[in-house]
């Protein structure tokens, strides 16, 4: 590269400009001088921009092979993110484009094709751009495959000849993964291309492939049977073949869009070289290829007509179709013969497709019966329908089916045939009708015996079972099937039937497929039947004005109509938490107008917890967003009356806190207090802690509460609302918890001495151990350091759950008690209260706040930090909020230990829910502690809590005896009240037997 060129004099070569393209340009000119150079060289400048020639280059230097992939990429690299707005600006982007996509007034241009071919190779190669996206396009539509194809086997396309295959089949793998490399680029950001979408991309292909036979018509089969067996083969890999008729759009089916451009081209009168082309193409492929082109050939086949006056013309029209396409069968053509004997007689096909069949097999045209064929057929049909596995297990339409082929096959020989007469004494025959007639269905039994008739009525012999007459059991379809093989289809006149139209395609879906269970009904005109049931004769009326109900198969295509669904965007499923995050933070607040907000947050409750728990412990996704989602569920309002909204918002915060507790705990804690949600908010937060918790330590999350007892029986509700407001809220599930954890802790204490085992003993087996007989002998291996497995609870509790719970609680305490001084002096509503209805220190939340605190104790009682933080900390908690008062307006005076003996009030100071919250949660602790350690660390480091804790429950527990009564109780409260307090003074009790002479009051 010389200096001179890069300082603005006219470059020499190519080289250069390439060159030129990869550094910065200084203007626009300048670069549109250097893209006009080698344009003009190609011949495919425009007229209107060789003025901007002004750098031109000597034909000579520039190779299309050697040089365009290097433009092309610098092209891609460099020009087009820097210049592609100031090229629009100057109606200059066609330069671009000329690169990559000449224009149609180049289209025959042998330069053209070769250009597009490494267009292909360059745009593909590297990161997909929205420009290349828009070339893509353009290709696909302005150089079909055709064409390249054209380009690249003619004289006059300047490859060379044993370049041609490869280059074929570099394009072939290209085109076929273009939809593919544009939806991973789209990803569903902006919609693709019409022209790129799988479906349409792929049927335009499809048709483009039919018009490329068309135009090998007049060519020698050596020179094309290569590159379209290639072609064949990557479209049968592709799924462009299908087995069965397509049931969507984006499915593409080469037959569904070309079989009625194949009828009319077969049609003609000079069709004799478009058949000879399919004869050679489908000769040149593999067995496996050519059986999967047959099967979609068979299954687009429309083989019911809807005037059955014109069935047999049909028929026969499909076998001519089959014929063109396929060929003749016959026995030199060993791998087709084959491949059609595993389709027609290994898969589930309609009896009208036997007819098609052996139409087909027969000749089709009907000059001459091809007997060598059809008896090779009958032989295989024969081995099929005798043959005990086909007749013990087989469905009824396939007995059905194999017994058409059968007796269809037959009917078109001669009775004086020798294979008729062969087969009636077949012994193979013979023990298929026994193993017929001996079968326990009468439907299936009838497959032999009309077998047996009609083989002896055409070999000259009579038998006749004289068990036909009525419908019930296969007897209708055997009189039919009796009365069809009375006339040939080969011999029906095609001169009835209208034009091609290629309508049939459509209709595809009626047609059974290998595995559909769908049926068609057999189709045998007779118009001299005779019903003798009079009831069935309708009377005379008027015709209804009301037009008649649609079918259901109609209601299917209106569905399937895309018109009637204009404007209207079904929610596509959330498969990204962060696609889920906008659907639940779309959906919170007040309600909107908003058509499809209910529907978004109906999809994001569906979805949250499937898709939470999938995405646990993969990569840091749930971490990033688990914040965003509890956020967003916890302001979830149920202002659509979604069915099961607070189920499922519950159990998706409960499973976001159980599979990402590092994020969504501290976030929960923090959020509930705050004063902006409600009592039914903060019990979903409060719920998913302690379900969450639970569900970390591996412990039973009851379903629902059984409620036996009512605190108020005369106000239950029926039992269907009953069950719906009381027993599904999943509040009843932390109640059964606690109250399940409290009675075990009762009943453990209620041991009997002889069940335990003696300190002595037990002090003699911890101190001598017996060794064991066999020790496991230790490898290398296991002195390696073992990989850490996933967080427990235990090792999280204190840190993510308890700890930060109650600071924070003892934080919120504060600041409400400030508040309430500084509105002391004030009267009536200027004056705030911290306990008042929907805030965190009314009874309400506060009870079920000590219940899930009670929750999150037990689940970590085996923690480290339990016996010298958490188990302090939690009774201290439990404590002062069942002895103090929390806001201005609890009843009593400051102390409740003081109350019952010295003030004579007729009540106690507290709300009876949250004194047996507050004693249940004092209890789990006491029960925990004398459980680990014997409560050796609570009643010897903190003996003045422990003092004050039975000190407390005594009060409660003696004014309870008195008769005082507490805000709030009588009923399920007042026993529970009982029982905890009672539980509490029997650990403490319990405790300080074991460590009284040791526990020193420091009050």
């Known amino acids: 590269m010389s200096t001179k060129g890069l300082d ?40 209107q921009f060789r003025v901007c020639n002004t750098q031109p280059l000597q034909s000579d230097t520039l190779k299309v092979s050697k040089h365009i992939s290097a433009l092309q990429k610098a092209l891609l690299d460099h020009i087009v993110p820097t210049w592609s707005s100031a090229l629009a600006e100057q109606n200059a982007t066609f330069l671009l484009d000329q690169y990559f996509c000449p224009d149609s007034f180049l289209f025959a241009s042998p330069t053209a094709g070769n250009i597009v071919l490494l267009a292909y190779s360059t745009i593909l190669s590297q990161p997909l751009t929205d420009y290349g996206t828009h070339i893509l396009a353009r290709l696909s539509k302005e150089y079909p495959i055709d064409r390249i194809h054209a380009a690249i086997f003619s004289q006059a396309g300047g490859i060379v000849t044993y370049k041609r295959g490869s280059t074929w089949e570099d394009y072939i793998r290209n085109i076929a993964a273009v939809p593919v490399k544009v939806a991973n680029k789209l990803a569903g950001a902006r919609p693709i291309p019409t022209i790129l979408e799988h479906g349409t991309y792929f049927n335009h292909l499809c048709e483009r492939s039919e018009v490329l036979i068309y135009s090998l018509v007049s060519k020698l089969p050596e020179d094309f049977i290569p590159s379209i067996s290639y072609l064949f083969t990557k479209l049968v890999n592709l799924g462009v073949f299908p087995s069965s008729p397509p049931i969507s759009r984006s499915q593409p089916s080469f037959f569904q869009v070309t079989l009625s451009t194949i009828r009319a081209r077969l049609d003609r009168k000079d069709s004799q070289g478009y058949s000879d082309i399919w004869f050679a193409i489908i000769n040149g492929l593999s067995s496996s290829i050519t059986q999967s082109i047959s099967v979609s050939l068979f299954a687009s086949l429309s083989v019911v007509h809807p005037n059955s006056t014109l069935q047999r013309a049909h028929i026969k029209r499909e076998a001519c179709l089959i014929r063109g396409l396929l060929g003749e069968i016959l026995q030199e053509r060993e791998e087709l013969w084959e491949s059609i004997q595993a389709i027609t007689l290994g898969r589930d096909w309609d009896e009208l497709y036997s007819r098609v069949f052996v139409c087909w097999m027969a000749g089709s045209y009907g000059t001459e019966i091809n007997i060598g064929s059809l008896g090779m057929f009958l032989e295989n049909v024969l081995d099929t329908w005798s043959s005990q596995d086909h007749i013990k297990h087989s469905l009824l339409s396939r007995h059905h089916y194999i017994t058409s082929l059968l007796l269809i096959t037959i009917s078109y020989l001669p009775k004086s045939s020798e294979t008729v007469q062969s087969l ?3 012994p193979e025959f013979i023990t298929g009708i026994g193993r017929y007639i001996s079968h ?5 039994r009838r497959c032999g015996m009309l077998a047996a008739e009609v083989v002896a009525h055409l070999s000259g012999k009579k038998l006749d079972f004289r068990d036909w007459d009525g419908n019930d059991a296969g ?29 049939g395609v459509h209709n595809i879906e009626e047609i059974i497929s290998s595995g559909s269970g769908k049926q068609v009904k057999l189709v045998v005109s007779n118009s001299n039947s005779y019903d003798s049931d009079d009831s069935m004769t309708g009377y005379e009326s008027m015709p209804s004005s009301r037009s008649s109900s649609p079918t259901p198969l109609e209601l299917a295509e209106i569905e399937r109509d895309p018109t009637i669904h204009v404007g209207v965007k079904r929610l596509p499923r959330p498969v990204y938490l962060a696609q889920l995050g906008d659907l639940i933070r779309g959906s919170s607040g007040t309600k909107t107008n908003d058509n499809h907000e209910a529907d978004r947050m109906e999809m994001a409750l569906n979805c949250a917890e499937e898709l939470i728990r999938r995405k646990r412990g993969y990569g840091t996704e749930l971490e990033e967003n688990a914040v965003n989602i509890a956020h967003g569920l916890l302001g979830l309002q149920d202002n659509y009356d979604l069915d099961g909204f607070e189920d499922k918002r519950q159990a998706s915060l409960t499973a976001l806190v159980a599979c990402c507790p590092q994020k969504a705990a501290p976030a929960l804690i923090e959020e509930f207090f705050k ?27 009851p379903p629902t509460l059984p409620t036996q007892r009512s605190s108020f029986p005369s106000k239950v509700l029926p039992p269907a609302l009953h069950n719906r407001y009381i027993t599904s809220n999943p509040a009843n599930q932390i109640l059964q918890i606690v109250d399940s954890l409290s009675q075990q802790a009762t009943d453990r204490g209620r041991e009997a001495s002889s069940e335990k085992i003696p300190d002595l003993v037990r002090e003699r087996r911890l101190r001598i151990p017996r060794p064991p007989k066999v020790e ?8 390696l350091p073992q990989p850490k497995g996933p967080n427990t609870f235990t090792q999280i509790a204190a840190e993510i759950f308890v700890a930060p719970l109650i600071n924070r609680f003892w934080l919120f305490l504060r600041d409400e008690n400030t508040r309430e001084e500084r509105t002391a002096h004030r009267a009536g509503r200027e004056r705030y209260y911290g306990a008042g209805t929907g805030l965190i220190l009314n009874p309400v939340v506060l009870s079920h706040f000590l219940k899930t605190m009670a929750i999150l104790v037990h689940a970590s009682h085996l923690a480290s930090e339990w016996m010298s933080v958490i188990a302090p900390d939690a009774l201290e908690m439990a404590v002062t909020l069942g ?7 609890d009843l009593g005076a400051d102390d409740i230990i003081n109350t019952p003996g010295d003030s004579g009030g007729e009540n106690l100071p507290k709300e009876a829910s949250v004194l047996a919250s507050a004693l249940e949660l004092a209890l789990i602790v006491l029960d925990g502690c004398l459980e680990l350690d014997g409560g050796r660390i609570l009643g010897l480091e903190h003996t003045t809590l422990t003092l004050g804790t039975a000190e407390w429950a005594g009060a409660v527990f003696s004014g309870l005896e008195k008769g005082l009564k507490a805000e709030g109780g009588g009923g399920i409260h007042e026993v529970k009240l009982r029982r905890a307090a009672a539980g509490v003074i029997l650990k403490v009790e319990e405790l300080r037997s074991r460590w009284g002479r040791s526990m020193i009051d420091m009050r």
Not at 8 to 35: C, F, K, W
Not at 495 to 502: N, S
């Open 883 to 889: 002895t103090k008062p929390v806001s201005s307006m």
């Open 675 to 701: 004063n902006q949600y409600s009592i039914n908010q903060r019990y979903v937060a409060l719920n998913a802690l302690a379900l969450g918790a639970r569900e970390l330590a591996s412990l039973a999350v």
């Open 8 to 47: 603005g004099a006219s470059p020499a070569h190519t080289g250069e400009v390439i060159d030129r393209l990869q550094i910065p340009v200084p203007n626009i000119d300048t670069l549109i001088a250097h893209l006009c150079g080698p344009l003009d060289c190609l011949g495919l400048l425009p007229p």
């Open 776 to 783: 496991e002998l230790r490898t290398a291996r296991d002195l």
């Open 475 to 503: 007897k209708l379809w055997a009189r039919e099937l009796r009365q069809l093989i009375l006339t040939r289809d080969i011999d029906a006149d095609l001169e009835g039937l209208p034009e091609t139209d290629g309508q």
């Open 424 to 426: 009636a004494l077949s």
């Open 440 to 444: 326990l269905d009468p439907s299936v």
